[in-house]
């Protein structure tokens, strides 16, 4: 190979190297290998059309992607003899396409969501062209249902679509759907319409102890979830699982690719379903339970290694993020920290260790004894 174009690649590869070894503020599953896929990496795979579909082009993995979906709508509860979904370039895709159901069944409706709600929500409320109320947030970070009620109740003549979170961005909080459900009934809403955004929780939500209601038996009509966060995969990808009675809404027969045009992008990533697939084979239920135990006490031991030190850390019930007062800038660019006004967090995805966190909180025990009086009052 040109030498140039040589270098650059190995530079480039230790760029990312480097910068993948030291986050800690994102939620980002690192610990993966797919080395035995690939040989897939050779063909043009594109899984364009619906997976439930049969298509003309047939270098796709529709079935294994069929797969993924299944186990998600088992684990979501989803009735077995009325769900659909598929494997999406992520989270955010996968909101839109909640809403862009919601949004078929309901032309007329409203949307509500919090003020916690992942900017792609906002973005895709915009995209779509829906009316929409933002609702307040908890301080904790949960949709504030008092005011969600006074607003639905303000506009009750009108159907409702919900956009639920469970796990917001920066403080992992969920907003619990039968609490909405129950809103919507006392109100009488009668056309209304409850997406879930379980980007990150939304793959563990099942195994929390007390369970936070999200899913399909609590409520919701569709739920999505991000695969490159707690599963973890070298590609963005995300699920979309709805009920197959609101898609048949949108479904379009083409002919030219001979299935449906059912799914948001025509040509559609069909190697990012192997990966989330292989993954969901070597783990199961047990060992994605097991991976969400794990962060869980990481989660515990960070939280209370910085309360030890005197920091005013916390966190939502089950969840593997630890929240704490804004770090200085130096911090926060060493371990790639999110940062949103005067909060800092640490989400500990399953390749997060002990070590790296003694590792972190030395740092900030050093910055603590060495910072000027104004930085260290930023701890409290
Ligand atoms: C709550 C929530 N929803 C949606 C998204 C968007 O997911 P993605 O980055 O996979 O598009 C994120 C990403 O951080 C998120 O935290």
Redesign the pocket.
Known sequence: MDTTLNDRLSNLLDNVKNARDSFLG??VSKDFDYSPLYDFLQYPINNLGDPFEDSTYKVHTHEIEREVVDFFAKLFRANPKDYWGYVT???????LYGLYIAREMYPKAMVYYSES??Y??KKNIHLLNIPSIVIRSQENGEIDYDDLEDTLRFNRHKPAIILA?H???MKEAKDDVSTIKGILKKLAIQDHYIHC?G??SGTFGAFAEPRSPFDFLDGADSI?I?G??FIGSPI?A?VIVTKRSLRDRVSKGISYIGSLDTTITGSRNGHSPLFLWYAIQKMGVEGLKARYEHSLEVANYCREQLQNIGINAWSNPGSITVVFPKVTDQLKNKWQLATEDDITHIICMPNVTIAQIDLFIEDVKTEMETAPLEEELMYY
């Open positions: 994102y939620p370039n992520g989270g955010s895709e996968s909101n709600t992942h792609s929500v979170t796990g917001t961005t955004d980007a990150l999505s991000s490159h966060k963005p995300g």
